[in-house]
């Protein structure tokens, strides 16, 4: 096998350094190889020539043959190899950006076996159509024949912050002093209803930034840039490692909160493992 694997690949190449860089060994070994497969058939494979290697005609015809053969051995022998389960996840970009993605190193040392696969989006996608084996949503999807729903997250809203904002350090501020601070709003627009709770004016000032996506808004108030509204279990790392703080300690209970959907039939085994190692978070 070792003279076929070194005919092979001094054929392609035509000169047996190549070869030999190609299989990891010296070019004497390959030169040897060759020599003892030829005395083997008792043909000449090769003509020495001063600018390299040149197949004979019996070779050229022994060398299609031979590779023919070796490229089959090794399609066949990964296919017997296990290959990892793919596993496609569609997630919104919040989600994936803030909570997904950086559990990804966890979840790889655990099941070293799965590919998985992360779709950003906010589109409703279908399990079958687009080829998705699990989704995680925000808001209560309606009962469907066809999917299961798992409460993974309640939606606890919460006001975060860099402390860099306060010169004299970390603080917590009355509803007076946090009108002081930019605002920072997503599409979801829960300035209102949290500063209602607080007893404060239903409608915030303008002054702030305006973002399409949380993870945007979280962004900016990791970049000092005003307080942000956001789901706590999004920010509890960011809060825990004291790049954020909680100005206000209230919190909001909002509507939205994040499930699980996946296949109610045929589900495969990896999706499963996924779907476990997500509800051991809830």
């Known amino acids: 096998m070792n003279g076929l694997r070194a005919f092979e690949s ?25 020599r003892g497969l030829e005395s083997d058939l008792g043909i000449r494979l090769f003509l020495r020539e ?5 197949l004979t005609a019996q070779g050229h015809d022994y060398h299609a043959a031979v590779s023919r053969s070796l490229a089959q051995i090794s399609s066949a022998t990964e296919r017997l190899q296990p290959s990892p389960s793919k596993v ?9 950006s803030k909570w997904l993605i950086p559990r990804l190193a966890e979840f790889t040392e655990q099941h070293s076996d799965i590919d998985l696969r992360v779709t950003a989006t906010e589109k409703v996608l279908s399990f079958y159509t687009d080829g998705i084996d699990l989704a995680i ?14 409460l993974l997250f309640p939606q606890e809203i919460v006001a975060v912050c860099s402390p860099a904002l306060f010169t004299d350090g970390p603080k917590r501020l009355p509803l007076g002093e946090l009108a002081n601070f930019p605002l920072l709003h997503d599409t979801h627009d829960l300035w ?8 404060g004016p239903t409608t915030p000032q303008i002054r702030g930034l305006r973002f399409s996506q949380t993870t945007l808004c979280i962004d900016a108030a990791l970049a000092g840039q005003g307080v942000a ?21 209230e919190t ?17 085994v990896a999706a499963r493992k996924v779907s476990n190692w997500l509800k051991k978070y809830t």
């Open 137 to 150: 949503r925000q808001g209560e999807p309606p009962p469907s024949a066809y999917h299961t729903t798992h």
């Open 252 to 268: 909001l209970k909002g509507e939205q909160n994040f499930y699980l959907l996946a296949p109610r039939h045929d589900q495969s």
């Open 50 to 54: 001063s600018r390299g290697l040149a």
């Open 88 to 96: 496609t996840i569609s997630a919104t970009p919040t989600f994936a």
């Open 229 to 249: 509204l956001a789901s706590r279990f999004l920010v509890e790392r960011d809060l825990n490692d004291g790049r954020l703080i909680q100005p206000v300690l």
């Open 10 to 34: 001094a054929g392609r190449h035509l000169t047996f350094r190549a070869a030999a860089e190609e299989l990891g060994v010296t070019q004497g070994a390959v030169a040897q190889q060759v």
């Open 192 to 199: 209102p209803s949290f500063l209602e709770m607080l007893g």
